[in-house]
């Protein structure tokens, strides 16, 4: 079963099994030690709250973060000829989404650092072979850069998205740094959409209006988008480059 998690791309894996380990551990030990039935109740809680908060996880990462962009997706236009950017892509879960509504005048790209701790088999070659079950690989393709420094030219793209990655930079000033290649590189009236976790909305919003970026939409989602739970949330913003 931890096998089959692992390769569908859990994100950050140590995080649900960290919690359902320790709410398994509460509920063993309070229930083989327990003396007091007062701290017993209390121990059971805590161990069932742990696990219930790490199956929430694991919930967002294989199901609610998908309802979240085929919501986002059935929002918006693309032109089947659009060039695509997804930051971060990992499994490929969104480069893939906008590869199927591309004709084979588009593209989409997708770049990565390939951080296991951030999701689990991750890899170029596990991606790319994704890319080429989905029978996507003339539309779809993936190399390995980094957000805060891409290599591609100026205003290329129609479409910079990324998902779940932008928080993974834990410097400030390299969030700031990531957000504003993502800028560089999208096209006049293409759209920037930023679906993340983490407590950095304004600072993107922020960020973005002050690069001239005109704020479309910016929404937190509710249960499909808790990672353990309300305090962490998923958020997406779609901004708009405008003619410059
Ligand atoms: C939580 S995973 C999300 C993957 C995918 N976007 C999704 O939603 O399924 C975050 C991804 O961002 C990548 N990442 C983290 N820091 C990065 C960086 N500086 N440049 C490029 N990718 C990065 C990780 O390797 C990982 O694949």
Redesign the pocket.
């Known amino acids: 079963m931890i096998k089959q998690l692992k390769k569908k791309?859990l994100?950050?894996p140590a995080v649900p099994f960290f919690y359902i380990l320790a709410g398994v551990l509460s509920i063993v030990v309070s229930t083989v030690f327990h003396k007091d039935y007062s701290d017993y109740i209390w121990s059971i809680l805590y161990g069932l709250i742990m696990v219930a908060a790490g199956a929430i996880f694991i919930h967002t990462s294989l199901r609610g973060?998908y309802k979240i962009w085929d919501n986002l997706l059935s929002k918006i236009t693309i032109n089947p000829s659009a060039k695509v950017l997804?930051?971060?892509?990992?499994?490929?879960?969104?480069l893939l989404r906008f590869a199927k509504r591309l004709s084979d005048n588009g593209h989409a790209t997708g770049?990565?650092?390939?951080?296991n701790a951030?999701?689990s088999d991750?890899s170029l070659e596990n991606t790319q072979q994704i890319i080429a079950q989905q029978q996507l690989s003339h539309i779809a393709d993936v190399q390995t850069?980094?957000?805060?420094n891409l290599p591609f030219e100026n205003k290329k793209y129609d479409f910079v998205v990324?998902?779940?990655?932008f928080h993974?930079?834990k410097q400030p000033a390299?969030r700031l740094v990531?957000l504003e290649e993502a800028v560089r590189v999208l096209a006049d009236n293409g759209s920037l959409i930023i679906?993340d976790t983490g407590h950095h909305k304004k600072e993107y919003l922020d960020a973005l209006t002050s690069m001239g970026l005109v704020i479309i939409e910016a929404k937190t989602y509710g249960f499909s988008g808790w990672w353990t739970g309300p305090w962490m949330p998923t958020y997406a913003i779609i901004a708009k480059r405008s003619h410059s």
């Open positions: 791309g994100d950050a973060k997804d930051l971060g892509t990992g499994h490929g879960m969104v770049i990565d650092v390939w951080r951030d999701q991750n850069a980094d957000m805060v990324s998902s779940l990655a993974n930079i390299a990531a679906v």
